[in-house]
Structure formats: C-alpha cells, structure tokens
C-alpha cells in the first residue's frame, strides 16, 4: 500500500494538509486562526533546501525573542544575516512591518481633544516603535485642547537627539498653537526622565510662558511604556 506524504518539521508547505497550510487556513478559519509564525511564513512565500517558510518564520521569530517590536527594528542587511533570508524576502518583512505602523498612525485623528497623557501615548506611539534612535516629535494644540498638528522636530543617535527650539516656536506660532506637548524616546528602555531631560523641559516651559503658549506635558517613550512629567507634577 502507499504511503501517505510525510508531514515530518521541515515538510514542503505543499505536502501539509490543506487546513494546516497558512494560506489555506487562513481562507478556511480566518486570520485570526494563524500563528504569529504561520502570517511571517505567508509573507516569506518559500522555504530553504530543507526548511519550510513556516520553519524560516519559526527561525525568524526566535531570533528576534519572540517580540514583534525587536522585528520592527531590524534593517535588510540584519534580516540578510539570518539563513534563508536574501534581500526579497527581508523587504517584504520590514514593508510589513511599516504597514503596520503607518495603520496605526490614523487611529487618532487631528483636531482630538486631549484629556491626559495615555491619549498623547496612543497619539505618537506608533512613530517611536521599532527605533533603534532618538527622535524627538511635537503635537500642537488650539485653546480646547484638540490636536492641530504633530511634527517629526529631530532624530538623532542612540542617545541623545539635538532640538532646535527656534523651530519648535516657529511651527506653533504658524499654526496658531496655544499649547504643546514635547516628547522622544529611550531605546536604551530606561523611562524616567534624564537631568538633561528636565533641563530642556523647564527651559521650553519657561520661554512657551513669556509667548503666552504652555507646555503641557513631555513624554518619554519606550518599548515597555512612558514617563509623563505631567503625571509625575514634574510641571
């Protein structure tokens, strides 16, 4: 008698059971059926010598501990590195990867009016995931507290940014802000405020007093949360 295909770990994808191929499962019992490894081997497309997508999306996943937002960082040559992974399929994973982000980014539309500080972190979070830098982003608020404008002020290094205050003022005063509200991230994961932090917070805070505007708040961004001065009565 014939034996049935063997469905051993490093199988072809075409060999599986129809209901246990991503594609297949996904059109049988919907996207929320698959794994995070069975969405990454839909995107990959095709294994390796003697490796399936879904083995190469395991070994992506592992590599990256698991963690969606140690994926979103990586760049092609990082992906290139790994075994299986050549330019094409290191593309489609980080385009994936920014879908993701932009989506997020329209979750929270301007002219919202803003209550606290978790709205500003759902506001902004999506610009500050995956970064291996500093960036330093503004939001703009009219006298009802409604978001009229978010701006990207600088990017730097791993440690620091540099932020001109001249442009800060300038874009506020274009786009008749009353408010605003600061904030950058630590890639290093530490999320209380630095001395240099407060330093340029007070100093944006004292000058936003004497052109009638006011700081509101500054948050700083990590991968496991924020610190809000705010929150803190660091203002």
């Not at 500003?120 to 500050?128: F, P, Q, R, T």
């Amino acid at each position: 008698m014939k034996k049935p295909p063997s469905y051993e770990q490093h199988a072809s994808i075409k060999m599986w059971a129809e209901d246990d191929r991503p594609r297949e499962k996904l059109l049988l019992k919907g996207k929320a059926s698959l794994s995070d490894a069975e969405l990454l081997a839909i995107l990959i497309g095709s294994g390796y010598r003697n490796k399936s997508a879904l083995d190469l999306a395991k070994d992506l996943l592992a590599n990256h501990q698991q963690d969606w937002h140690l994926l979103a960082k990586s760049t092609v040559h990082e992906l290139t590195q790994i075994k299986g992974f050549g330019p094409a399929k290191a593309i489609l994973i980080i385009a994936a990867m920014e879908i993701g982000k932009r989506r997020e980014a329209s979750m929270i539309p301007a002219k919202t009016k803003v209550r606290n500080s978790k709205m500003i972190y759902d506001h902004l979070k999506k610009h500050y995931d995956g970064l291996a830098h500093e960036e330093f982003y503004v939001v703009y608020l009219n006298f009802a507290n409604e978001i009229i404008d978010t701006i990207q002020l600088s990017k730097g290094g791993m440690t620091s940014t540099v932020v001109d205050g001249k442009i800060l003022f300038h874009h506020a005063i274009a786009c008749q802000a009353t408010g605003f509200i600061i904030s950058h991230n630590h890639p290093s994961g530490n999320r209380f405020a630095s001395e240099a932090d407060k330093k340029l917070t007070y100093n944006l805070r004292d000058f936003a007093k004497l052109v009638d505007m006011q700081l509101l708040d500054h948050l700083i961004f990590t991968d496991n949360g924020y610190f809000s001065f705010a929150d803190e009565g660091l203002l």
